[in-house]
């Protein structure tokens, strides 16, 4: 079973009377350590199908699979510990807190899976791990203002991971960066890749797509590989 089945997704945002379909029968398969970039211009849906993936937002009709669960039709509490279990998000703003430091961010999503005790020293030992392995474990007592924007993107990482999702998904991860560190932030996805992880980067740009394994291009709803 893949790690994402979708299956005829479509999405319709309804304004007073008007309806606008969004997405028009996606079908979308990915699988277990894959490292998929999509691709699109604003307005082709690859925000709205980035959601749906990420658990985010539901479809309007249609079957998703994620994990070997059906998440079609979960209520918001069962999608939000769908999205604890299984999926870690980077984003383009990297939603840190600026009052907490390196290591507390990382530890950030371990307090929403209820981590206590014997738990937490595990998850504690693990976000160090974890900086370590982005070149931060100087950097733990630091806080956001104190880094650089890529150091940021690093951190989101580690974040990310902390609670060894399944799937890795990405939002245009490198839009506020340079292009040298844009570059070292992929690298860092990419490697995550070839240790097992899955990843699914959004993007615009076709040199950050090309890092990815395959590219899916999405246009008007409808996905095109």
Known sequence: MPLCLMENIRKIYRIGDIQVEILKGINLTIERGEFVAIMGTSGSGKTTLMNIIGCLD????????????????????ELSQIRN?????????????????VLENVLLPTLYTGYAGARQDSAKKRAIELLKLIGLEGRSRFRPNQLSGGEQQRVAIARALVNEPDL????????????????EIMDI???????????????????????????????DGLIFE
């Open 168 to 183: 890795l998904l990405a939002d245009e991860p490198t839009g506020q960066l340079d292009s040298k560190t844009a570059s």
């Open 85 to 101: 279990e299984h999926v870690g998000f980077v984003f383009q703003n990297f939603y840190l807190f600026p009052y907490a430091t």
């Open 189 to 219: 996805l990419s490697r995550m890749n070839k240790q097992g992880k899955t990843v699914v980067v959004v993007t615009h740009d076709p040199h950050i797509a090309e890092y990815a394994r395959r590219i899916i291009y999405i246009k």
């Open 58 to 77: 539901t479809a309007s009709s249609g079957r998703y699979v994620l994990a070997d669960r059906e998440v079609s039709t979960l209520t918001d509490d």
